[in-house]
């Protein structure tokens, strides 16, 4: 693919995501929308917290 062509499909998928967002955000499953976000966040965060310890926990065991 040539540069042109990679920035004109970025642009439309860009523009897609964009419309995609809006319409969601504007319709009434907003709040469900919202919620699960804030949802599937914090299981993220908690994912990481717990790998994070035991990346840590394997480098002080390597260390020591």
């Known amino acids: 693919m040539s540069r ?3 920035a004109v499909v970025s642009f439309i998928v860009g523009a ?4 995609a967002v809006g319409y969601f955000l504007n319709s009434d ?3 469900e929308l919202v919620e ?3 949802d599937q966040s914090a299981k993220l965060k ?4 717990k790998r994070n310890e ?3 926990d394997a480098l002080e065991n ?3």
Do not use: I, N, P, Y
């Open 62 to 64: 390597e260390l020591a």
């Open 54 to 56: 035991q990346f840590e």
């Open 16 to 19: 897609a995501v964009g419309v």
């Open 4 to 6: 042109s062509s990679k």
């Open 29 to 31: 499953k907003k709040d």
């Open 36 to 38: 699960k976000l804030k």
């Open 46 to 49: 908690e994912k990481w917290r």
